[in-house]
């Protein structure tokens, strides 16, 4: 991607502005105050932005945007920067508007379980100002410790327990924020529900397109007093797969259940010593959470489902020490596989899960195609996967060849009758395959609703939705329904 | 043979010529909620079935004239369950018309509420297009979710052809417990408990008598059982119990008076806004959902649940000028228009059905 040059007479004229409503500090436009700024967890796409705005509270949001408004200047919110698609890369001739000041945690009320905070706050200080009550914020992204909840709503972020408690649409009951004039409109409610339309589910994962959130009130839920894990392994990735269909079919919803290829659990083991059993073809990671006397029902209903499943070892965690252990494994995975290479690329696919064996062949057989390795993590209960392609940038063609495998495997998610991205979000990264998920009057309708909230496009232009240009561009058919175009053509 | 979504296509098309607007229906079994709306008649329930089930992927998929006691059937024989607890108002509810409706039962506190649970939509835009959104995977980030904003939208934004749903598991074991306890307790009660890991599935509180339903493993249930107390009910009256407040058939919800639904956080003690002034009332969700029946001043009542960060529906009555639903700040109504024409520029799907203009 060629990065944007700055137009310093426009810069000018924003800064000006922008500093009769902002503190000097807040306004940022020196190259190496905005370099820091030019990419978020998808550093393949850098852009330097034209100027960053540090705003403290909603009063100075409000104004940021309506000067913005006014000079028709795009804005592209940040909170920690964490997103893995590309979502928060700034423009060029945009303002990189930082929700990092705002970080407080505004009311925690245990009686009604909710957490009322500012966009900035990081997801993980929801949990530990909940935890005197008991209580806890559920969904738990593996970037927790950094990321910030208005970041999560933005990109309707999952986590490892997302099976049984939900994405952050399942667990944000209100979100206040600004359209692009800098009108306040509050979404959702305190109570259940909201009259209207669900405009609150429209704008969770709406990648910054439709509001800037300046307050989010999440519910707040009763930490189980006892997790416990088993952790299985299996000489067959297929097995494990069809193992993970079996414990759901018992009417069982694991608290989490991730899978791991071996390769993936080797890279783990050097890294963190989880103590995984490195000669299993696949390990998998099944949780059960509650009180004491459930996960004991629990845990002995699922080892026996895996035992008949074909586990060739179970393991199940006799202390919370080693029950974190088993996950410090698979929360460090991509930190683990960016040791054993230079750089790595993730990928965020969801199928069916019965397809999982098909999947796993069609990413061995692109392994050979590309000549690139690729481990597999999986949050294996809700069929999201995370294939990690090791590649080296520094190798003249390797990052192509990478984009063009991580693009025929997004094909064969769609084909599959999936999805490009389970909890990464499209962003910047995978605009290209929304051309191929949806139709053009999907698109259409998708342009409509970004209108709605965004009459002259101006919050984060360029991402998510594809114009129908790029999409002709692109060159790529819509596919839906399992319907590739030629489907009788190898693809491999 | 033309395909009924075909057919539709072109109905869709003739009301757009005409500016004959349509009004969509499945059983009819929730014509009276919302606002009247005219138009020519487009029955839903031309089209129906269930499409794929797979009960290990925890999806089905079904097209909107299905019966929803058809539906749940199919699922029952899988152990499994839609776990909002849709109330059906007649036997001739569809799933469509559920959707539409956006309405959730008594586990709405403990499980989620149907918009929860929808993973993907296929719809007849204004345009006469057939569009698909979200799908049958329980992670799908891709572009907006459109599919739960189908939910609630009362059949203003399209026709809803297929919906593919979450589905989950029935309880192992279930258990419900009676109390004798005035309002203010009970609410303070339940609030307490919410904040405690117990398998609380469901509460209901009128006149004296809390109810609560504790759903979940064997274990679970029978530890909550021994430690909250309470007198036991028989398993076929409490099965008959939650029925009839999700059908809204026990005395309580008579049908000669306004019933109003009034959505406020759990926490809210019972005189805060007045509310032990007003009608006959009964708890359920915890506490935060209040049904009030009798003949209150609308107007007063909506600016007191606005104040503590709640809402009021005109949920049942005959006289419905003063609006069915809290009207909503001009900001929010401003993108509710635009939103509308996004998917309905001519405006022929139930019209005024939530909102006059809308």
């Known amino acids: 991607m060629r990065a944007e040059p700055i137009n310093f007479i426009r810069q000018a004229e924003v800064v000006g502005r922008l500093l009769a409503v902002l503190p000097r500090e807040a306004v940022l436009y020196q ?63 945009g303002v990189l508007l930082s929700l990092a000041k705002m970080k407080s945690i505004l009311a925690v009320d245990p009686v009604a379980c909710v957490a009322r905070v500012q966009p900035g706050v990081r997801n993980i200080a929801i949990s530990e100002a909940a935890a005197p009550y008991g209580l806890y914020y559920a969904p738990d992204p593996s970037s927790q410790i950094a990321c910030t909840i208005g970041g999560n709503v933005a990109e309707n972020s999952g986590g490892v327990h997302c099976l049984k408690y939900g994405l952050t649409v399942h667990n944000v009951l209100r979100v206040r924020g600004l359209g692009v004039t800098g009108e306040i409109i509050e979404l959702g409610s305190e109570a259940l529900d909201a009259p209207g339309y669900d405009l609150l589910a429209l704008v969770i994962g709406s990648e910054g397109m439709l509001a800037i959130t300046t307050e989010v009130t999440v519910r707040l839920i009763p930490k189980p007093e006892v997790a416990r894990c088993i952790m299985a392994s299996f000489d067959d990735v297929e097995k494990a797969g069809n193992a993970v269909a079996d414990v759901i079919g018992a009417g069982i919803i694991p608290a989490g259940l991730e899978m791991m290829d071996r390769p993936a659990t080797r890279a783990v083991e050097e890294f963190v010593h989880a103590g995984y059993d490195l000669d299993a073809a696949a390990l998998l990671l099944c949780e059960s959470d509650g009180t004491a006397e459930e996960v004991e029902e629990e845990i002995a209903r699922m080892s026996g489902v895996l035992r008949r499943s074909g586990a060739t070892g179970i393991r199940i965690s006799a202390s919370e020490a080693e029950r974190l252990k088993f996950w410090a494994g698979r929360k460090a995975a991509f930190p683990a596989v960016g040791r054993i290479s230079p750089d790595y690329y993730c990928m965020d696919g969801t199928i069916p899960r019965k397809r999982l064996g098909e999947i796993l062949r069609f990413i061995a057989a692109m392994e050979s195609k590309y000549g690139l390795r690729c481990p597999n993590v999986f949050h294996a209960g809700d069929g999201n996967l995370h294939p990690l392609i090791l590649f080296d940038a520094n190798n003249p063609d390797e990052l192509e060849r990478t984009e063009r495998f991580a693009g025929e495997v997004l094909e064969k998610c769609i084909a599959v009758g999936g999805t490009i991205t389970g909890e990464h979000g499209v962003g910047i990264e995978k605009i290209n395959q929304m051309c191929m998920q949806f139709s053009a009057s999907e698109l259409a309708l998708f342009r409509r609703v970004k209108q709605a909230f965004d009459a002259d496009g101006l919050l984060n232009p360029g991402k998510n939705i594809p114009t129908l240009h790029r999409c002709a561009e692109y060159g790529r058919m819509h596919v839906k329904g399992g319907q590739m175009p030629h489907g009788d053509l190898p693809r491999f | 043979m033309i395909e009924v979504p075909e057919q539709w296509a072109s109905a869709v098309r003739a009301a757009t010529q005409s500016g004959c607007p349509l009004r969509i229906r499945g059983g009819g079994t929730k014509d009276f909620y919302g606002h009247n709306c005219d138009g020519e008649l487009l029955d839903t329930r031309a089209y129906a079935g269930i499409v794929d089930y797979e009960p290990s992927e925890l999806v089905v998929t079904a097209r909107c004239g299905t019966r929803l006691a058809e539906l749940e059937l199919v699922l029952a024989a899988s152990g499994q369950m839609l776990a909002f607890e849709p109330p059906h108002f007649g036997a001739d509810a569809t799933v469509g018309g559920m959707v539409a409706a956006g309405l959730s039962g008594p586990r709405r506190q403990a499980a989620g509420a149907l918009r929860d649970y929808v993973l993907g939509v296929k719809i007849l835009d204004g345009n006469a297009d057939i569009l698909a959104f979200g799908g049958q995977v329980m992670k799908n980030v891709a572009g907006y979710d459109v599919s739960r904003l189908m939910a609630g939208s009362l059949g203003t934004l399209g026709i809803i052809l297929e919906v593919s749903l979450k589905t989950q598991p029935v309880p192992v074991a279930q258990a419900t417990l009676r109390f004798d306890l005035p309002e203010e307790k009970a609410v303070a009660l339940l609030n307490r408990w919410h904040g405690r890991p117990l398998p609380v599935s469901a509460s209901v509180w009128h006149d004296g008598d809390l109810s609560v339903r504790l759903s979940g493993a064997a274990a679970a249930v029978k530890a909550a059982v021994a430690s909250l107390g309470g007198e036991r009910m028989d398993d076929e009256q409490a099965t008959h119990l939650w029925t009839s407040i999700r059908e809204h058939t026990t005395p309580f919800f008579r049908v000669d008076v306004p019933l109003w639904r009034l959505s406020v956080p759990s926490s809210l003690p019972v005189d805060a806004i007045g509310l032990d002034r007003h009608g006959e009332r009964l708890i359920e969700w915890g506490g935060a959902l209040r049904w009030v029946a009798g003949h209150v001043d609308g107007r007063v009542l909506r600016e007191a649940v606005a104040e503590v960060g709640g809402h009021a529906t005109l949920f049942r009555g005959l006289d419905k000028t003063s609006g069915v639903f809290q009207a909503l700040p001009p900001a929010l109504m401003g993108i509710h228009r635009n939103i509308k024409s996004a998917f309905d520029p001519h405006g022929i799907f139930n019209a005024g059905r939530m909102y006059p203009g809308l």
């Open chain 1, 31 to 93: 190259s190496e105050d905005t370099r820091p700024y030019e990419c978020d967890g998808l550093s393949a796409y850098r852009q330097v932005p034209m100027i960053v705005a540090l705003p403290a509270d909603e009063a100075e949001v409000q104004a940021v945007l309506r000067i913005c408004h006014t000079l028709q200047v795009p804005v592209v919110a940040r909170g920690a920067g964490t997103g893995l698609s590309g979502g928060a890369l700034p423009m060029g001739d």
